[in-house]
């Protein structure tokens, strides 16, 4: 079961084998960051409005990172995202999380298997 959370200022995202993505939320001006789900990635990919309150067996794919997902957020403007791949049976869907700055200020992340680091980095 996939979950959301916030704690110690990050964005966190966690499923039933421990797997999770957590994301700095701390901001600074002149910057907009978030995280969203995607049905696909590239220009005709879809947000999705996904409820994380009620039972789901999403789980994430730690074998997909995509450090440059193409991703056009809310239609308008294209961010520096990276993308991570969720499975349920035959169906997939994206947690893409995105920052759009001046290039000064980032948002730290990690992809984690437990207390194992699959990927870190910052957008």
Do not use: K
Not at 31 to 38: A, L
Not at 93 to 103: A, E, K
């Amino acid at each position: 079961m996939l979950r959301y959370f916030d704690r110690d200022m990050r964005m966190n995202w966690v499923d039933s084998n421990n797997v999770f993505v957590g994301f700095d939320d701390e901001g600074s001006c002149c910057e907009v960051w978030g995280g969203d789900f995607y049905d696909s990635l590239g220009s005709n990919a879809r947000r999705l409005d996904v409820d994380l309150t009620v039972d789901n067996n999403w789980v994430f794919d730690t074998s997909f990172y995509d450090a440059n997902a193409d991703i056009i957020i809310d239609g308008h403007f294209e961010a520096e995202c990276a993308a991570f791949r969720l499975v349920d049976g035959d169906r997939e869907m994206y947690l893409v999380i995105w920052n759009d700055h001046n290039g000064y200020y980032a948002h730290g992340f990690d992809f984690c298997n437990g207390d194992t680091v699959i990927v870190e980095g910052a957008l």
